[in-house]
Nanobody, 129 residues
């Protein structure tokens, strides 16, 4: 019931920065959290980062914790993923996802794919050496 559209992917060099965007539409009032996942060829889809709605706390995978930053713009119903110091290992299709109608739990972060209800189509990020 939530439609998500990612944008901002592209080809960059190692060490560069890139910002991904995820625009949400539909039943946005039901969103409790949004997150970013990525999937490289031949690998499982893995968690990257998430941001809760109330409060707007964030949580990151260890592999990106000191380099990536997730944020949101309530007026635009958009979530961003700022990626700095990119590595070749970051190359993947990046997916935006939404958690809808989750029961509130303080200091809880959804990090599994099964916890997300709606997904975008993905945007390709390629980091060259």
């Amino acid at each position: 019931q939530v439609q998500l559209v990612e944008s901002g992917g592209g080809l960059v060099q190692a060490g560069d920065s890139l910002r991904l965007s995820c625009a949400a539409s539909g039943r946005t009032d039901g969103i409790d959290a949004m997150g970013w996942f990525r999937q490289a060829p031949g690998k499982e889809r893995e968690f990257v980062a998430t941001i809760n709605w109330t409060p707007s706390d964030t949580y990151y995978a260890d592999s990106v914790k000191d380099r990536f930053s997730i944020s949101r713009d309530n007026a635009k119903n958009t979530v961003y993923l700022q990626m700095n110091s990119l590595k070749t290992e970051d190359s993947a299709v990046y997916y935006c996802a939404a958690v809808v109608d989750r029961i509130y739990r303080a200091n809880y972060y959804t990090t599994s794919t099964a916890g997300y209800n709606d997904w975008g189509q993905g945007t390709q990020v390629t980091v060259s050496s």
